[in-house]
């Protein structure tokens, strides 16, 4: 008899040692778990920091995402129509939440400033002294920061340029914070012209340093 007790003794402890393999992952809990993980990443670009981290990854920097897939039509501001068409781009949904995050004053539009103002007032003061010092923007590039018609910048000779400009920032290491935030993408050793402004006139860049007559 003792040793049926015994047998009948493994037949209460079987549900459990089956209980413990659904738990492992249960259909079911594999389903619920995709669900939260779904609405999760819902709920994390609901915040502006999240949706900013998600510019960064897919452009680079928030310089760059503002323009190539914000500010598309390159007039400095960013309508609360625009925001809804770039976010349903990126598969972003929560518009409403993002665009009262970042229109604090109501405005109905937003600048770069909004979305960076670091990168949005150093660069500002870049885009000044080019304007004001040279009669365009692309001959004050070529001049200052390509004087050799290599058709990109490195750090040093961004820094040597920004020098020459009289380019001041925040101070000490302004002109290196600045390259680091303009760079399309996260580590590219140098910047282009079209990094920072929209090129009408492709053919500017053409043989010879000069931009003569090609």
């Not at 413990?20 to 249960?26: A, F, G, K, Y």
Request: proline share 5%; glycine share 10%; charged share 25%.
């Amino acid at each position: 008899s003792n040793s049926n007790s015994g047998g009948g003794g493994g037949g209460p402890t079987s549900p459990v040692a089956l209980k413990v393999e659904p738990d492992v992952i249960s259909p079911r809990q594999f389903a619920e778990n995709i669900t939260t993980a779904h609405h999760e990443k819902d709920i994390i670009i609901r915040s502006v920091d999240r949706f900013k981290q998600m510019l960064v990854v897919k452009y680079g920097s928030l310089f760059s995402a503002w323009r190539k897939a914000l500010d598309v039509d390159q007039n400095g501001v960013l309508t609360q129509a625009d925001f809804a068409k770039a976010c349903q781009f990126l598969g972003v949904k929560a518009v409403q939440s993002l665009w009262s995050q970042m229109d604090v004053q109501m405005a109905g539009q937003i600048s770069l400033k909004e979305l960076d103002s670091e990168v949005a007032q150093l660069f500002a003061e870049l885009d000044k002294l080019l304007v004001e010092k040279f009669p365009s923007r692309v001959e004050g590039w070529k001049r200052t920061f390509d004087p050799e018609n290599k058709l990109r910048c490195d750090l040093p000779d961004f820094k040597s340029g920004c020098t020459k400009l009289g380019f001041h920032g925040q101070g000490k290491g302004s002109a290196e914070r600045l390259f680091k935030l303009l760079r399309p993408e996260a580590g590219r050793p140098y910047l282009a012209y079209e990094d920072l402004w929209v090129n009408k006139d492709p053919n500017c860049f053409g043989h010879g340093s000069s931009g003569g007559h090609s």
